[in-house]
């Protein structure tokens, strides 16, 4: 920390007394003259301090001058991607090895900032996320209202939803028409696979939330499978869906 004042008149030295607002025994005391700045080391990073500040006039000090200041806490050691799921990420964080700190406060490139408390075993779940997305994550150390310098945790995407609500439209005995629910979040296209159909007729990749599958035997049973996909992502898990043809 540095202080800065202006210069007494007359050349009076300037009392300065520093104390940690958590731990009354940590205070030091000191005396400056002919100079309006000092460097104080050997402080605790995030700690908060009282500094108090007076003129010294033949061995009296004048009424004394109170600020308060909290310094920067240090930067987390490491901040590792857990778990990715379709709306959430679970993080590893390492927190600095000493000084004080209240919790994290996480800038997220396209989308909301997040400040969180710490938890002992140093997971952390930033939630609220959109599905199918790749984000760059900016993690401080924050003390008070002042933060450490970010850590960079690039790249981080989360999974691709998966439809829903899949039912049968049209069936007769040699078709079988497929509708779901659109997914959330972002991707490319739907992969719909039917699991026991021939293998000419077996997977169909589509835009819409819709497909038909012909050329079926009467009165069976078909299971078929939707994910969404998109390139640079894991697939969706499946959604599965039992249908069965018509009689002839």
């Not at 930067?75 to 778990?83: D, L, S």
């Not at 390492?94 to 909301?112: K, N, R, Y």
């Not at 609500?165 to 069936?171: D, M």
Request: hydrophobic share 35%; with cysteine; proline share 5%.
């Amino acid at each position: 920390m540095v202080l800065q004042w202006e210069l007494p008149r007359d050349g009076h030295e300037v009392y300065i007394q520093i104390k940690s607002v958590s731990d009354e025994r940590e205070v030091m005391e000191l005396f400056v003259k002919g100079a309006n700045r000092y460097k104080i080391n050997n402080l605790t990073p995030g700690m908060t301090y009282v500094i108090q500040m007076a003129t010294v006039m033949n061995g009296n000090l004048s009424k004394l001058v109170t600020i308060q200041q909290t310094l920067k806490p240090k930067q987390a050691q490491i901040v590792i991607p857990y778990e990715n799921y379709s709306t959430c990420v679970v993080f590893f964080v390492q927190t600095p090895d000493i000084g004080v700190f209240d919790g994290l406060f996480i800038t997220i490139e396209g989308g909301p900032n997040v400040t969180m408390p710490l938890k002992h075993d140093s997971k952390i779940t930033v939630d609220n996320l959109t599905p199918g997305t790749e984000y760059n994550f900016f993690v401080s150390i924050i003390s008070g209202t002042i933060l450490s310098h970010m850590y960079y945790v690039p790249a981080v995407k989360t999974c691709l939803e998966a439809p829903s609500n899949t039912h049968e439209g049209k069936i007769t005995d040699s078709s079988i028409e497929v509708f779901w629910s659109r997914a959330d979040g972002n991707f490319r296209h739907y992969k719909i696979t039917c699991l026991n159909c021939s293998a000419t007729f077996l997977v169909q990749k589509v835009v819409q939330e819709a497909a038909t599958f012909s050329n079926l035997d009467p009165a069976t049973v078909y299971t078929f499978s939707i994910r969404t996909e998109k390139e640079g992502f894991k697939d969706s898990t499946p959604n599965i869906k039992e249908i069965q043809t018509g009689t002839a």
